[in-house]
């Protein structure tokens, strides 16, 4: 029987649900770890799940009615931290996988955090600057008794960036009555963000990536990189991996991606990005390609970095890489994942992967709480050590326990979760 208590709303029985994916992986961590049923009971179910109407009015006058989320996993290790998604894929059910991956990651990275995400199903393209405000605002708005900087602190995720947070921060301040800068990460350097923390996703993926060569006795220079997605995660990956030495092969967008065998420059397609409404598409010196075409290229590292489920059963065996960094959350199917780890695949799964951004997160709030801000280098360095850190102990854990880097990140996660609420107990 499921432990789930999450309403269904699969929209076809095809439809790979990630809060399932998400469930699977935990009881996997449970079973390696022999977690007692009750415990696993606790962490299969998000405590608190919150959906809230945004009515908002388009610049034409018109009236519509948003459905926003709010996931609350878990605050057993600290206050719920967690991203917020505007993208047309956006589900309940999505964002309760998120909030739980979320939950696993700051435990991994041993940061006093727990687990929640938010969202909202737009397109965030299809509105006006204005109008995105007015959706941010409100839906800000709608969860003020629920967020707070001891409570449950949102930061960026696909299709938000600094300027969302600012906006929510400024509504969440206007609301208390006095500015509270920790009720997002993420936000602008102007009022209270971190130096490092645009980069930081995609800075920890970099890591990673390394860290995974230098265990393969190889470095990263000259390494032939394929990235799916070119925002916040991919950009930043993209152009650290290219100052390290890579060579970026391919890398696209939800619109198509380009290939260069003999590597992009990744400066200038970034400059050619911003000039281009976030266009890739006729980069002089590549070639246009598809996103599956993207997937399946020889090279060594395959970086997903943009949406869940893009290896799958039915692509699997067509990817060539050696590594597969999933920058990405859920990038990679629980069928696809065993198939590669069969092959000898290495996957750097996505609680370890993408972690650098809750990181900085988390250091932009030591820093807000404590009214010291640092310079980049040592934001950057900070990051860096528990990156290394908890990459160390899940090879570590894999090897002790014979078992995949995912599973190894997953038992490392949940068991630190589990040892807290046994150590907290049930209240009443
Ligand atoms: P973003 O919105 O900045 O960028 C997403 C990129 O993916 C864009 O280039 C977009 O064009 C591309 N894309 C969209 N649909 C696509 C499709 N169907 N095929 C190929 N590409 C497509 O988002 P982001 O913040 O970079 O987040 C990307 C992923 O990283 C998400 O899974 C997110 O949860 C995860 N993540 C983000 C952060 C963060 O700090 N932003 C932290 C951890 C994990």
Not at 353 to 379: P, T
Not at 407 to 426: E, H, I, K, P, S
Request: with cysteine; proline share 5%; hydrophobic share 45%.
């Amino acid at each position: 029987m499921s432990n789930s208590l999450l309403p269904l709303e699969s929209p076809s029985p095809a439809h790979i649900c990630p809060f399932d994916q998400a469930c699977s992986y935990l009881e996997a961590a449970a079973k390696e770890l022999k977690l007692d049923p009750g415990l696993l009971a606790i962490l299969s179910n998000p405590r608190k799940v919150i959906t809230v109407s945004i009515p908002v009015k388009r610049d034409n006058g018109e009236i519509q009615v948003l459905a926003g989320h709010r996931v609350q996993h878990s605050d057993i290790l600290g206050p719920y931290k967690g991203g917020t998604r505007y993208h047309p894929a956006v589900t309940l059910r999505e964002v309760s996988a998120l909030a739980m991956l979320m939950t696993w990651k700051c435990a991994l990275l041993g940061i006093p955090y727990g687990g929640a995400k938010g969202g909202i199903a737009i397109d965030p393209k299809s509105y006006s600057v204005n109008e995105l405000e007015r959706i941010t605002r409100r839906y800000t708005s709608e969860l003020i008794k629920d967020i707070g900087p001891s409570v449950d602190i949102p930061a960026p995720d696909m299709g938000t960036s600094a300027r969302e947070m600012a906006w929510m921060m400024d509504t969440y301040s206007v609301n208390v009555g006095h500015a509270v800068p920790g009720i997002v990460t993420g936000k602008p350097l102007s009022i209270g963000g971190s130096r490092g923390r645009e980069m930081a996703t995609g800075r920890g993926v970099m890591i990673i990536v390394r860290e995974a060569l230098h265990s393969r006795g190889k470095s990263l220079v000259g390494v032939r990189v394929a990235i799916q997605g070119f925002g916040n995660v991919g950009a930043a990956a993209a152009l650290l991996l290219y100052q390290a030495g890579a060579k970026v092969i391919a890398v696209s967008t939800g619109s198509g991606g380009i290939y260069a065998e003999a590597g992009i420059d990744i400066p200038a397609l970034k400059a050619y990005a911003l000039q281009n409404r976030k266009s890739i598409a006729n980069f002089p010196q590549a070639v246009a390609i598809s996103n599956a075409e993207l997937l399946t290229l020889p090279c060594d590292v395959l970086i997903p970095a943009a949406l869940e489920n893009q290896i799958t059963e039915k692509n699997v065996d067509l990817v060539q890489a050696e590594i597969v960094a999933e920058a990405a959350n859920g990038p990679v199917t629980l069928v696809a994942n065993q198939s590669l780890e069969a092959r000898g695949v290495t996957v750097l799964p996505d609680i370890l992967a993408n972690a650098g951004g809750v990181v900085v997160s988390y250091l932009e709030w030591v820093q807000g709480l404590s009214y010291v801000f640092w310079d980049e280098e040592r934001v950057n360095r900070e990051m860096e050590q528990l990156m290394v850190q908890a990459y160390r102990q899940v090879m570590e854990q894999s090897k002790v326990r014979g078992i995949s880097s995912r599973l190894a990140a997953y038992t490392l996660g949940v068991g630190r979760v589990g040892q807290a609420l046994t150590d907290r107990g049930l209240y009443p």
